[in-house]
């Protein structure tokens, strides 16, 4: 019979690892460097630093453009092709601190664009009296201002109207009376422009029936075929 050994596993796995270092076996991310764009991966970082101690330039090229090809297939850039293309470029440089020198097909960017702070949006500052009708038919009010009177006017000053209904009926589905919308429009065309007496404006039912129609079809657009299939299986039950 064979002989069993009196060493057990722990010693055994001890006098194996005597003399090795294991400081390397365990790492966690919190200990490592951060990285520049963490949405690509540490892989692609790796392969960065790889590539900038290419000593030669054609070969660092090479390199650069299949990280650029990598990265495309980790974050799949929007826009057009092109537009894609720099933006992985650009990116590419920003991981690499700006230090890289290689035939880029595009402009190399510059680090101060990076930090400089863009400039102030100008924001319109003044405040809509009736929110519920946008500054958009605000604008168009204005533009119906301009008209000289006649039958285009008031062509445009009736469809304002029922845009001002159809917008007010949308936050508060129910009843509105003419002579509101007539007063409303009154007001925020500075009583230039008046709704004329002989005018009439959708009913309140037409315009709810096409609110719901434009929901439901907003609705069955974000559910697509998901709703289809699960209206498919009822069906067949």
Request: aromatic share 4%; proline share 4%; hydrophobic share 35%.
């Amino acid at each position: 019979m064979e002989e069993r050994s009196n060493v057990s596993l722990p010693q055994m796995s001890k006098t194996m690892q005597k003399g090795v270092d294991l400081s390397d076996t365990l790492t966690y991310n919190s200990s490592r460097e951060d990285l520049t764009i963490p949405e690509y991966g540490r892989a692609i970082h790796t392969m960065v630093q790889h590539m900038l101690s290419v000593a030669d330039k054609a070969e660092r090229t090479k390199c650069a453009e299949a990280i650029v090809s990598v990265m495309g297939s980790v974050v799949p850039p929007e826009g057009t092709e092109e537009e894609g293309l720099h933006k992985l470029w650009n990116h590419l440089h920003q991981i690499a601190g700006f230090q890289m020198d290689v035939d880029s097909p595009f402009e190399v960017p510059n680090i101060e664009d990076k930090f400089t702070q863009p400039e102030r949006l100008n924001y319109p500052n003044e405040t809509s009296r009736a929110g519920h009708f946008g500054r958009t038919l605000g604008s168009m009010v204005e533009m119906a201002k301009k008209l000289e009177d006649g039958e285009e006017k008031s062509i445009l000053i009736v469809k304002l109207a029922n845009t001002m209904k159809m917008h007010f009926l949308t936050w508060n589905r129910k009843t509105v009376e003419r002579s509101f919308i007539a007063a409303q429009l009154k007001e925020l065309s500075g009583g230039a422009l008046t709704l004329p007496e002989d005018a009439e404006l959708e009913s309140t039912a037409e315009i709810l029936r096409n609110i719901r129609k434009t929901s439901d079809a907003l609705n069955l657009k974000r559910t697509g075929k998901k709703n289809g299939k699960k209206n498919h299986k009822n069906r067949r039950r």
